[in-house]
């Protein structure tokens, strides 16, 4: 059984290479979304249905008052959806941590459910990684909703065979998709090689080469990785 994720910040390619990896490269493998960002989930409990679309009517109301558009938005632009900082009160808080949780380990049913069946697992994202469980960050503020969340994620959910992340600077990555600002970028990046030494095999791949190179240079190590004759054995880590 084998897991795989491609991680790095928006605009480095990797539901492209994700894709490429489950439809063109002859590996037999299911695509899974394991991100945060509900908008970006295909596998979402109803609860985090209903609180996207609470949260698109939102937005919608927002954006007719501000500059009189009017009809349904199908997507919450990330500076306003994932990146801009809220304050919850204790009781959105606690519920918002068990659905995290929860949600988290629903997909993880899911995975395993593929890879009983023979696939390799190819994780747009990697809720471990992109909540920086694996070191959580000691500056900022934090809370005991998300001091719980890493705990449980660090020490209880499992880690992938191989993480490939698609890695390029805070300002190439803005440049594609110019949402987060660079600086927000930056930081993310650096969260993701802080965490690499706590997994397995973890190889970083340069984003700022063209899309077919890196796809390529992705499935290459896949291939490697179902190859061997022990999970992981022949890739080693770049770091």
Same mark, same amino acid.
């Given at each position: 059984?084998?897991?795989?994720? #491609?991680?790095?910040?928006?605009?480095?390619?990797?539901?492209?290479?994700?894709?490429?990896?489950?439809?063109?490269?002859? #590996?037999?493998?299911?695509?899974?979304?394991?991100?945060?960002?509900?908008?970006?989930?295909?596998?979402?409990?109803?609860?985090?249905?209903?609180?996207?679309?609470?949260?698109?009517?939102?937005?919608?109301?927002?954006?007719?008052?501000?500059?009189?558009?009017? $009809?349904?938005?199908?997507? #919450?632009?990330?500076?306003?959806?994932?990146?801009?900082?809220?304050?919850?009160?204790?009781?959105?808080?606690?519920?918002?941590?068990?659905?995290?949780?929860?949600?988290?380990?629903?997909?993880?049913?899911?995975?395993?459910?593929?890879?009983?069946? $023979?696939?390799?697992? #190819?994780?747009?994202?990697?809720?471990?990684?992109?909540?920086?469980?694996?070191?959580?960050?000691?500056? $900022?503020?934090?809370?005991?909703?998300?001091?719980?969340?890493?705990?449980?994620?660090?020490?209880?959910?499992?880690?992938?065979?191989?993480?490939?992340?698609?890695?390029?600077?805070?300002?190439?990555?803005?440049?594609?998709?110019?949402?987060?600002?660079?600086?927000?970028?930056?930081?993310?990046?650096?969260?993701?090689?802080?965490?690499?030494?706590?997994?397995?095999?973890?190889?970083?791949?340069?984003?700022?080469?063209?899309?077919?190179?890196?796809?390529?240079?992705?499935?290459?190590?896949?291939?490697?990785?179902?190859?061997?004759?022990?999970?992981?054995?022949?890739?080693?880590?770049?770091?």
């Amino acid at each position: 059984m084998t897991t795989v994720a #491609i991680v790095g910040g928006d605009g480095a390619g990797k539901t492209t290479v994700a894709r490429h990896l489950t439809t063109s490269t002859g #590996i037999r493998a299911k695509y899974l979304y394991l991100g945060m960002s509900a908008q970006s989930g295909d596998r979402l409990l109803p609860t985090s249905r209903i609180v996207l679309m609470l949260k698109r009517r939102s937005y919608r109301r927002d954006l007719a008052v501000t500059s009189g558009a009017t $009809g349904a938005a199908k997507r #919450i632009p990330a500076d306003r959806y994932e990146y801009s900082p809220r304050r919850r009160g204790k009781l959105w808080t606690a519920a918002r941590l068990a659905n995290r949780l929860v949600e988290a380990w629903y997909r993880q049913a899911i995975s395993l459910a593929y890879q009983l069946r $023979g696939y390799v697992v #190819i994780y747009d994202r990697h809720v471990l990684l992109d909540g920086g469980s694996l070191a959580p960050r000691s500056h $900022g503020r934090r809370d005991w909703s998300t001091d719980a969340y890493h705990w449980l994620m660090r020490n209880l959910y499992p880690r992938p065979d191989l993480v490939l992340m698609l890695d390029a600077s805070g300002d190439v990555l803005f440049s594609r998709k110019g949402e987060a600002s660079p600086e927000y970028l930056e930081g993310e990046r650096l969260m993701y090689l802080t965490q690499a030494p706590h997994l397995p095999h973890f190889v970083r791949l340069d984003a700022s080469q063209p899309v077919d190179k890196v796809r390529r240079e992705a499935a290459n190590l896949v291939a490697e990785l179902c190859n061997s004759s022990r999970p992981g054995g022949p890739v080693s880590r770049r770091r």
